[in-house]
Nanobody, 124 residues
Framework: QVQLVESGGGLVQTGGSLRLSCVAS????????MGWFRQAPGKEREFVST????????HYADSVKGRFIISRDVVKNTMYLQMSSLKPEDTAVYYC?????????????????WGQGTQVTVSS
């Protein structure tokens, strides 16, 4: 049974930093892509970043490029999202996801597995 468990969310001031973690279990993710999405109140869920599990190739939404860094530790089966220079508009529930793919996945419908989400709140 595949499980994705996020942690690391919290309350931070504008300009601050947070690191989210997503521990993945239940299968070999070697042929998978992993991703981070977020959903703000009253808005649809949106793509944030994606990484291929084997090669570590990354891609970012324009809104977070240069501020967020996605990475993974294949030994610990954990994906990370280092978030810096946070803005109030980054406030959202952040979800990690996993889907079978040889490359990036930007479309949320292509992901098979999702975590429960972790809240990130950036105060102004």
């Amino acid at each position: 049974q595949v499980q994705l468990v996020e942690s690391g969310g919290g309350l931070v001031q504008t300009g601050g930093s947070l690191r989210l973690s997503c521990v993945a279990s239940g299968r070999n993710f070697r042929t998978y892509a992993m991703g981070w999405f977020r959903q703000a109140p009253g808005k649809e869920r949106e793509f944030v970043s994606t990484i291929t599990w084997s090669a570590g190739s990354t891609h970012y939404a324009d809104s977070v490029k240069g501020r967020f860094i996605i990475s993974r530790d294949v030994v610990k089966n954990t994906m990370y999202l280092q978030m810096s220079s946070l803005k109030p508009e980054d406030t959202a529930v952040y979800y990690c996801a996993a889907g079978p793919a040889a490359g990036w996945i930007i479309d949320e419908n292509a992901y098979d597995y999702w975590g429960q989400g972790t809240q990130v709140t950036v105060s102004s």
